[in-house]
């Protein structure tokens, strides 16, 4: 997969930043405790490393010495007086498998190993924090938490749509709240930052640790994102069902739609775990419909060989071929145009032009991959997530979010986050195994 990995920053941009000093010994009473300078290696590849030493422009560059994340996990001192410390969550932005299992995790760890007094859910995401609003705070009690990881969705609701920062760390003021974990995708984690510089301009000693979340698995240094194999798997299921329908009819095509606004690995992680997938439309791999290497003559190829085709189309792929509103939602985010509905009317029209009949049949799960519950692999995964947030919120650590990296836990600035977002390389190994999988050609370009 496509990741920063082999972007140029320096050591200190992993550095993460400090409410005070953590002077306080740490109440937890069993398991180690993670030394300060425990830290996993940021790049794995020897040529990445080497490259960053490159010319640029150029000039020549530094070799770049070796960057590493701090290790997430307790450390032996901490910050706060746990006994005095109030917690509060929020969670921002689209549904994702997994939300209501970080909020237990974190709900848990804070109580039960840090005894703090109170841990508060901010309702209906950063309009929670607005008093016009009118949302309640619900007490996040253990008794409260215990059964939510059952259910889909986020027991306190969410929102999109930018929030007055000022006004953010007024209610955190008037609250009381010493460390908010706010859980949401790239667009939360800015917000986050912008509540970060907020807390400093005002000298005032509380903690922000931000937890990425995203179906569509495209923050950076978050690999994967806590809900993706719950979406692969579902997605499989609804791929399992058009594969059916296709193969049950004359000139039968199943055509899913998945999520996945600027990247595609739903569509292809569900293509590599279920190989019965023909085509893989993404945003990161450009197509022509019509034409001698075109997307309609290559399905044409394959139904006339074959009887069938599967095709799975991410929600994002192919938008130069519509016409794009420009409509945007409270996040930002442009509308997108419907590429499942150009593509059931431009193979319905190539086909009549050859007095063709095709069985297609259209599925689009997406609401239901989002609102599932997670399956055991995200929900182990939420759980350390959340467990490893606390411990950083504890230790006096913020602006920074918690992630998996190299197979460790990890503490990464929110600013590496919101560099930008990832997709994926179709010059990888990973593409490469989508292309392999499914048959279809490495470009359905004419002018490649």
């Known amino acids: 997969m496509n990741t920063c990995q082999d972007d140029i920053f320096q050591p200190e941009e992993t550095e993460i930043p400090k409410v005070g000093e953590a002077k306080i010994n740490n109440p937890i009473k069993f398991g180690r405790f993670v030394d300060e300078n425990d830290a996993i290696l ?134 009381n709240v010493s460390i908010l974990f706010m859980i949401g995708g790239d667009g939360t984690m800015r917000a986050a930052s912008k509540v970060v510089d907020e807390i400093s301009k005002r000298s005032l000693s509380i903690s922000v640790i931000g937890l990425p979340k995203t179906i569509d698995n495209d923050i950076n240094f978050a690999s994967p994102s806590f809900g993706f194999d719950t979406a692969v798997e579902e997605a499989t299921k609804a791929i399992r069902c058009a594969n059916a329908e296709a193969m049950g009819a004359p000139w039968g095509i199943g055509l899913v739609k998945v999520m996945g606004r600027s990247a595609g690995y739903i569509a292809a992680q569900s293509a590599l775990s279920y190989q019965d997938v023909n085509f893989v439309l993404v945003p990161e791999s450009d197509f022509d419909l019509h034409g001698e290497k075109g997307f309609l003559a290559v399905l044409e190829k394959r139904i006339r060989s074959r009887g069938h085709a599967v095709i799975v189309v991410a929600e994002g792929a192919g938008q130069r071929l519509l016409d794009n509103s420009k409509i945007t939602d409270k996040s930002g985010n442009v509308g997108l145009s419907d590429i499942a509905g150009l593509l059931k009317k431009e193979i319905h029209d190539h086909f009549a032009k050859q007095d063709i009949e095709p069985t297609l049949k259209f599925i689009d799960p997406s609401y239901i991959i989002r609102s599932v519950p997670a399956n055991a692999n995200d929900r182990i995964y939420c759980s350390f997530l959340g467990i490893n947030a606390v411990h950083a919120g504890m230790s006096g650590r913020t602006g920074m979010v918690v992630s998996r990296w190299n197979g460790r836990y990890v503490h990464i600035p929110m600013g590496l986050v919101t560099k930008g977002k990832k997709r994926i390389n179709t010059c990888s190994n990973y593409w490469r195994a989508v292309l392999e999988s499914t048959g279809q050609p490495g470009s359905m370009k004419n002018d490649d």
Do not use: W
Request: hydrophobic share 30%; glycine share 10%; net charge negative.
């Open 42 to 175: 940021v790049n794995i590849s020897r040529k990445s490393i080497e490259e960053n030493g490159k010319k640029k422009n150029g000039k020549a560059k530094k070799p770049q010495e070796h960057i590493y994340f701090e290790a997430a996990g307790p450390r032996d001192k901490v910050y706060y007086d746990t006994s005095k410390t109030k917690c509060a969550i929020v969670t921002c932005g689209g549904l994702c498998p997994g939300l209501n299992d970080v909020i237990r995790a974190i709900v848990m760890t804070a109580y039960h190993e840090y005894k703090v007094p109170s841990v508060l859910g901010i309702q209906y995401g950063l309009a929670g924090f607005i008093p016009e609003e009118g949302y309640d705070v619900v007490d996040l009690t253990t008794e409260y938490v215990t059964p939510i990881n059952e259910f889909g969705g986020t027991i306190l609701g969410s929102s999109r749509g930018p929030q007055d920062p000022e006004a953010i760390v007024d209610a955190l003021e008037r609250l």
